[in-house]
């Protein structure tokens, strides 16, 4: 089964940092580009960022630039998103998905980045892994 596993969620004070991952199973990440998705409770799915393939192009939402960093191991099959300065409203449950092979990197370096109709494009969807930023 083709699938993308998450982790690394948690509680974490204002301020706080957390180190996301996802894992491929089943399939190589190392040729596809990946997002980093977020949704909380009544709300659109939003995208967080993105990395290409050979890790060449990270692209980020406004509300995230400057504190949060994405990357790739292509070796350990691992995409990461390191989120630095937490926030309250970072608090959502985070997912990871692939770009389908067709698009080459395309939608990670389309403006806006990842809007709702690109969202929808992206596949092998994890479970998520919650993010709470709390006092």
């Known amino acids: 089964q083709l699938q993308l596993v998450e982790s690394g969620g948690g509680l974490v004070q204002p301020g706080g940092s957390l180190r996301l991952s996802c894992i491929a199973s089943?399939?190589?990440?190392?040729?596809?580009?990946v997002g980093w998705f977020r949704q909380v409770p009544g709300k659109e799915r939003e995208g967080v960022s993105c990395?290409?393939?050979?890790?060449?192009?990270?692209n980020y939402a406004d509300s995230v630039k400057g504190r949060f960093a994405v990357s790739r191991d292509n070796a350990k099959n691992t995409v990461y998103l390191q989120m630095n300065s937490l926030e309250p409203e970072d608090t959502a449950v985070y997912y990871c998905?692939?770009?389908?092979?067709?698009?080459?990197?395309?939608?990670?370096?389309?403006?806006?980045?990842?809007?709702?109709?690109?969202?929808?494009?992206?596949?092998?969807w994890g479970q998520g892994t919650q993010v709470n930023v709390s006092t």
């Open positions: 990395i290409t393939s050979e890790g060449d192009t990270a």
């Open positions: 998905a692939a770009e389908p092979k067709r698009f080459y990197g395309a939608t990670c370096h389309a403006v806006p980045l990842l809007s709702p109709p690109v969202i929808n494009l992206y596949e092998n």
């Open positions: 089943g399939f190589t990440l190392g040729d596809i580009t």
